[in-house]
């Protein structure tokens, strides 16, 4: 199943990412951990959740069994064929990868209960329209939780590379968050901060939001 008509400018980018990307290792699994641990507590049995910008679908896998179904969406087919390849693996039968850029998820039948966003915000055109978009879609008392690089505070150096980088094809589209950015953005979507924290100056921003019941 697709949602791109044509693919989209940053895919190809992240289709050259894809197989580096699933091979790579958790550079903090502490956290990663915990941020797992801490959405897990959060999903029950009956919960249809979104996940937008899954990559290789790491995320999703670990999630399924807690939850009725993952729709796991990237606008990366590289990404999303190696992640149809671990579900078949792991025979994990309620996670349906779908082909489509943040901008443009498809609504779903029924509000989901939980959407989730990791290390995906700070690469968007507009990360504001994103959350919108992602609160629009949530049924009342759902969950947003994600991991969000904030740039904007530090990585000084990585700012005077980025443009060039990405002219050269050898960085995506990066936008340099605060963490203030991103709260205020949630908040003007309607949604009440639950969780917000950050292991470290230079880690990212975990935040889980709800929306009003
Ligand atoms: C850094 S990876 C993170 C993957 C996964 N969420 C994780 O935490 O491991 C960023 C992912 O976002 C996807 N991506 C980048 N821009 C996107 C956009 N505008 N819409 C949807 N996906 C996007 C990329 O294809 C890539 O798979």
Known sequence: ?????KPHPESRFWNRMAPGYARSTI???ENYERKLRETAALMRPDMQVLEIGCGTGSTALWHAPNVAHITATDLSSGMLDIAREKARTAAIEN????EAAAEDVPQPDRPYDMIMAHSLLHLV???????????NMLAPGGFLVTSTICMSEGLSAFKLIAWPGRILGLLPRINFLRKRDLEDAVQDAGLKIHTCWRPGKRKAVFLIARKPA
């Open 27 to 29: 550079s903090d699994v």
């Open 1 to 5: 199943m697709t949602n791109l008509t």
């Open 125 to 135: 055109k507009d990360h504001r329209e994103v959350i919108t978009n992602m609160a």
């Open 95 to 98: 996670v349906t990868f779908v």
